[in-house]
Every structure is written in C-alpha cells, then in structure tokens.
C-alpha cells in the first residue's frame, strides 16, 4: 500500500479559506447554513475545487468471515454473512433501498466469506475463508491483510473509473464489531468494557462474555498500537479492504463517507497509517455501538447524521450522502449578494 500512501496529498487550507470566502458572498447571513459550510469547505478541499461534484456515489460493500464468531460473541450465525451477500446481489438489503435512493452505483466484494459464495454479481476477491480465531492464533498475516487492503483500494479504483465522483463504504461480517472493538481498545489503548456493544443484538449475559474474549485476546496477541499489526492481528478481511479503500479515495482526492462503528475503525486505522488521509472523509452517522463515540473523538469527527441506526452495510453513509450533495449545490446554485442585489 506504500504506492497508494505515497499518492496522498494534504489538502490545501488557502482552498479552504477561499471555499469560506465564497460562501460569506451568498444570499444568507455568513454561518447560517451551519455545519453545511463546514462540509462544503471540506469537499471544496478535497477536490481543490470551489465546484466539488460527489454524483455519481459509488456504494462498496465489503464482506468477510470472523474466526472469532465461534465463540459466540454475535446473535446471529456465521452463515447470515454468505446469506446477506446473497441478499445484497439481489437488492434486497437495506443498503439496496438506499443506494438506490441515491442513484449510486453499487458493488458487492467478498474479500472473506467462509464457505463458497457463487453468487452472480458480487465480485470475488476472497483472502481466506474467514479470519482466523484471534483469541487462539492472529486474525491474519500480514501479508493476507495486505492483500484484503488491496482489494479494498482496487474497489475504489472501479468506482472511480466508473464515473464515481465519491465512495460509500460499506461492511457485513458477522463478528466483525467484536473484531472492531478488539482493534479500537489496542490502537487507543482504552478499556475494553467501555467501548463493546451488543452489535447485531446480543443480550446482557452475552457482552460480559464478549468483553472477556476481547480481553483475553487482546492479552494473548499482545500486538502493541502499530496500526499493520494490529489490523492483521485483531482486525478483519472487510476492516482491512475498507483501510485500502478510504486510502485510495483520499489517493485520488474521492470524497469517502463513513460509515457506522466498523468502518470507523477502518478508518482510524487508515488515518494512523496516513494522517494527511483524515482531510479526505466525511462522516456518515453516529451508530449506537457505544464504541463508536470513541472511534470517532479520536478521529476528531463529528457525525452528520444521529439515528440511533446500528446496522452496518454503508446505510448510515448512504442516508448522509443527500447533505453532500445538498453542499455541492449551496456552491453552485445560490447567487451572491452581489448578482441578486441584496443589501449587506
Ligand atoms: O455499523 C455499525 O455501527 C454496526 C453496529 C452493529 C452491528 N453492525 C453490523 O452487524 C454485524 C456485526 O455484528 P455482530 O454482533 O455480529 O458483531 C456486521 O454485519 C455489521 O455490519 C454494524
Ligand atoms: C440480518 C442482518 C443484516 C445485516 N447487515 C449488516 N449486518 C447484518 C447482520 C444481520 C444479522
């Protein structure tokens, strides 16, 4: 991923300055669009342009298998990946209803799901059939997370050269938010306790279990705060294909929107590999995984969207996409005071 990191520009912050100066030359008092202008500035510098576009979105969902699923960490069975994959090449899944909501072009990569997944439309680009269980043995090599990282930023490559002008990125694993929470408490080295929830919908009895797994694991691995060795260690096939991927996006100056708890934490990792890779995301919402809040005050982030959703998919990210456009269309749309003869 060194060609990729090394592509990353930081953004310019005169655009930034200039993308304010323009907004306080429209028809409406200077501020009163809210955190509106504040995402208009960052898509401004993200494009280093005055005229961002974001349409079409591109939606990626990314789909993987936990080894640690075997310890009853999940409500629901491994196989509800695979099954979900399914519904996903379908367009029955929630992010269907939502991308298609939002016109975006949508694509499906099975970077890990155990079992044999031949399902027409859902791109093949399996590591492994599954993680291994981290509380026994590493997630991954190094090596496998490289290649699911891969993936992930090959994805974005697709969608860009498909017309894309910004990325949605998405998950579905079962397992994955106790891999996310593994992941989160070694990079912020935070107490386990306070950053599991009951992810798809475990019951009281369960998280106390689920923290203590987390908690062996993360003793056992004893893997530091490196963020590659962590991710191969603790992490997951789709965490480390959506690093790749929001590293790409900022690579080509895409505007990505994050999604919920998991993809958060793909990003604090992506942002811990490359700092500069930060300027290029926009987030999504705030999932109710408790561990969000803390993904999310690390990366200094402030949710567009609060639905109390926990869900996954890239659905958070999809529902927030209309601000981004709403954003672009500010800038483009509204006349200046100036042109319209309004006094100031
Ligand atoms: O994105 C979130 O914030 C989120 C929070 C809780 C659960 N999920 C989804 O639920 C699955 C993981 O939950 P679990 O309980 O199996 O770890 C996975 O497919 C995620 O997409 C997603
Ligand atoms: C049904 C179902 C759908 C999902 N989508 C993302 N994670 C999920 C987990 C389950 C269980």
């Known amino acids: 991923m060194h060609d990729v990191i090394a592509r990353i520009e930081p953004v310019d912050f005169r655009m930034g300055q200039r993308a304010q100066a323009y907004l306080d030359t429209l028809t409406k008092p200077p501020g009163s669009l809210g955190r509106l202008e504040a995402l208009a500035v960052s898509l401004c510098q993200i494009g280093d342009t005055l005229a961002p576009r974001v349409d079409p979105p591109g939606v990626i969902v990314f789909a993987a298998d936990h080894g640690v ?14 099954q979900m994959v399914a519904n996903f090449a379908r367009g029955g899944a929630a992010i269907n209803a939502f991308a298609r909501q939002v016109g975006a072009r ?13 399902v027409p439309g859902v791109i093949d680009a399996k590591v492994r059939a599954g993680t291994r269980n981290f509380l026994h043995e590493d997630a991954m090599t190094e090596a496998e997370a490289l290649q699911a990282m891969r993936a992930g930023a090959l994805a974005v490559e697709r969608a860009r050269a498909a017309g894309c002008h910004s990325v949605i990125l998405g998950e579905m694993g079962i397992a994955n938010t106790t891999a996310s929470s593994a992941v989160l408490a070694a990079l912020l080295n935070h107490p386990v306790a306070a950053l599991v929830g009951a992810g798809t919908g475990i019951a009281r009895e369960r998280l106390a279990h689920k923290i203590a797994v987390i908690e062996r694991a993360l003793a056992a691995r004893g893997c530091g705060r490196e963020p590659a060795r962590v991710l191969a260690a603790l992490g997951g096939l789709e965490l480390a294909a959506m690093v790749g991927g929001f590293l790409a996006a900022a690579a080509h100056r895409l505007p990505a929107v994050v999604d919920g708890f998991i993809a958060s934490v793909a990003a604090l990792v992506a942002v811990r590999l490359c700092p500069a890779a930060r300027a290029y995301l926009v987030f999504g919402h705030r999932s109710a995984e408790p561990g969000h809040a803390h993904a999310l005050e690390a990366l200094e982030a402030i949710p567009l969207l609060a639905l109390d959703m926990r869900l996954g998919e890239g659905s958070g990210a999809a529902l927030a996409f209309p601000l981004l456009r709403a ?12 042109a319209a003869g309004v006094a100031r």
Do not use: I
């Open 69 to 82: 699923a075997e310890e009853g960490v999940s409500a629901f069975p491994q196989e509800v990946t695979a």
């Open 106 to 118: 949508m694509e499906v990569v099975d970077v890990g799901v155990a079992g044999v997944v031949r």
């Open 327 to 338: 954003a672009c269309a500010m800038l483009r749309d509204m006349a200046t005071f100036d």
